[in-house]
Structures are given as C-alpha cells and as structure tokens.
C-alpha cells in the first residue's frame, strides 16, 4: 500500500538551533499536509503543498515540496519552546480517499 | 477552537466492555474521520464516512464499528474491549474529502483496565 515515511523519528536540539523534518515516498503525491501536535493535543492543521517545487513560510517555518512531488520538509529556524510538539506530514493520492500519515518527528528542547 | 466536539473526554472501562464514542463535526463539513493513537505513537486511520456514507477503511478491527447519521454526527463503537485498546481517539472532519485540511476534535482518552 501507499506509505509516507518521515524521519527522523525524534529530533532534541538547544532553543535556538533549527530543526528539520522530511517526509518521501516512492510515488508521486498529489498533495503534502502538515500538522503540529503539541503534548497532550490534538494534531493542528499547519499547510497544505500542491504544486512541484512549492515553497512556503509562516514566519520561522519553512515547508517545501519536492520537484518530482515525492518529498516535502519542513524546516524551522530559531526553535522556540513554542515549537515543542510533534510534526506529522500526510498525503493523498489521485482519488484515493484516505489520508496516509508520516510516522511524526517529535521536536524535543534540551533544558 | 477546531469546532469539532467529541464526547466524552476520558473513559475508564474493563476488559470485555464496549463503548461508543461521539462526535459531531464542524458546521458544514460532510467528512468524518476516526483516528486512533497509541501513546506516544503516530495516527492511526481506522474509518472515513462522507454523507452518511462509508468511504474509506483503514485498520480497523472488526470489534469496533462506525456510522454517520443523517445530521451528521458520527459515533465509534468498540466492543469485546482489550488492554490493547487503551488510546486516545480522534475524530476529524472536513467539508468534503482529504484533499482538504482536516479539524480535529481534543479527542478521547479510553483507559482499558
């Protein structure tokens, strides 16, 4: 079946330094969604890439879509405590119905 | 706020229980989606209704059903409950399908003991 897979599967860094999550597959998506869970919460909707090479930033965050539509990352600089969570990309494909999820990237700052 | 009400917010049950879990979407949407996450885990998709309707599966146990009722709310069933069970349950909608962001409820904690 179709899969995601997004890694790394936790990333701890110092407040401050960037942080970096990626999600591929093996086929060409028709879309890239992104979400943030925070502890204790429910997954947030944060974007949605359409078009290959897409490029888009809200504020420190930075989400890219590949050229060939098999990948997509998203980058945040300067992390701030706000940004504690975890990060899940999902994906559809053509007129598939069902969402397939990346495993999430837990974002951990080192006290 | 996401608009979407999932009910209720924590359930303690035992072995061989069964449950229902509700939900009623955001104003508009016609998607439902259920969810299940294992602590710490990621999202499980279990099943989609659109309209009343089945429309897509995931890895749902034969134990546990769904259905969408014509004013769109969505009830969870889960039955002959195991420890296994025990996680949290989300709820999503949308106005249409996938291809749209999702709004999720806070979710239901279910603790099987």
């Known amino acids: 079946g179709q899969q995601v897979m997004q890694i790394p599967q936790y990333q701890h860094v110092q407040e401050g330094e960037d942080f970096t999550t990626y999600c591929n597959s093996s086929t060409t998506l028709s879309n890239i969604q992104w979400y943030k869970q925070r502890p204790g919460g429910h997954p947030v909707f944060l974007i949605q890439?359409?078009?290959s090479g897409e490029v888009k930033k809200q504020k420190r965050l930075t989400f890219q879509f590949g050229e060939a539509k098999k990948n997509s990352s998203l980058h945040i600089t300067a992390t701030q405590t706000t940004d504690v969570g975890t990060y899940f990309c999902a994906s559809s494909w053509g007129s598939n119905y069902q969402l397939i999820w990346g495993a999430g990237t837990k974002l951990i700052i080192k006290p | 706020d996401s608009g979407v009400t999932q009910t209720p917010k924590h359930l303690i049950t035992a072995t061989g229980q069964r449950v229902t879990l509700r939900c009623s979407p955001r104003s508009g949407d016609l998607s439902v989606y259920w969810y299940q996450q294992s602590l710490d885990q990621g999202l499980q998709f279990l099943i989609q209704?659109?309209?009343?309707?089945?429309?897509a599966k995931g890895n749902i146990l034969e134990r546990f059903s769904a259905q969408q009722f014509p004013d769109l709310h969505s009830e969870l069933n889960l039955s002959s409950l195991e420890l296994g069970d025990s996680a949290l349950y989300f709820c999503a909608s949308s106005p249409s399908g996938p291809h749209e962001k999702l709004f999720f409820g806070s979710g239901t904690q279910l603790s099987v003991l």
């Open positions: 890439l359409v078009k």
């Open positions: 209704y659109y309209n009343g309707e089945e429309r």
